[in-house]
C-alpha cells in the first residue's frame, strides 16, 4: 500500500476523531515556591473533530458539537468521497477499529464509497502507533494549545482554527515515512 502511495497510484488519509474542551492538557508544571496557579477548568466537550490527514500533511476536519457517532462519521465520508471521485483517485482511509467506524452503517456505506473510489482499511487492535492523525492530536492538545487558549470557548475555538489552517506551515509535525 505504501509503495502505491509513494509511486501517486493513491492517496492515503489517516482519519481519526478527537474532542476538545476547557480543561486543559497539562502533564506537569513549574511555578514559584509559595505561590499557587490555577487554571478554571470546564469538562463540558466544547468541540469534537473528525480529521482526514494525508502523509504529506494535507488536512480535512469535519466539526461539531455533538458526540461523534456512526451517523456523523458517515456524513462526513460521503462528502470526502465526492472530493475524492471528482479528482478521479483512489484514496484508502487508515483507521482505528473504534465502534462507530464498524457500525452496521459504515459497514452498509463501504460499497457505496468504494465505487467512488475511496476504500477503509482497518489498523489492528491496540496500534494508535500506526495512525499518523494521533499525533497530530497529541501535539495540538500537548504543545500547540496554550494556557490562555483554554480562557473561554470563544478562545479555544479560534486557537483551533487558527492551528487548522495554518497546519503544515505554521504548526508542522516531521513524519518519518517507516510506516
Known sequence: MVELWQKGLIQLRFADEAG?????????????????????????????IFGLMSPEGALTTFQTDKNIDSVFIAHCLDEFADQVYKKQEYTIVIWDNAPWHTADLI???????????????????????LNKIETLWRFIKYQWLQIQDFMSEAKLKKALLNIFCNFGCQFKIEFSMNF
Open 107 to 129: 459497514l452498509q456505506k463501504r460499497e457505496e464509497w468504494e465505487t467512488k473510489g475511496l476504500f477503509l482499511f482497518y489498523l489492528p487492535i491496540s496500534s494508535p502507533h
Open 20 to 48: 476538545f474542551s476547557l480543561t486543559p492538557c497539562i502533564p506537569y508544571g513549574w511555578q514559584p515556591i509559595g505561590e499557587q496557579v490555577g487554571i478554571p477548568t470546564k469538562h463540558k466537550h466544547l468541540l469534537n
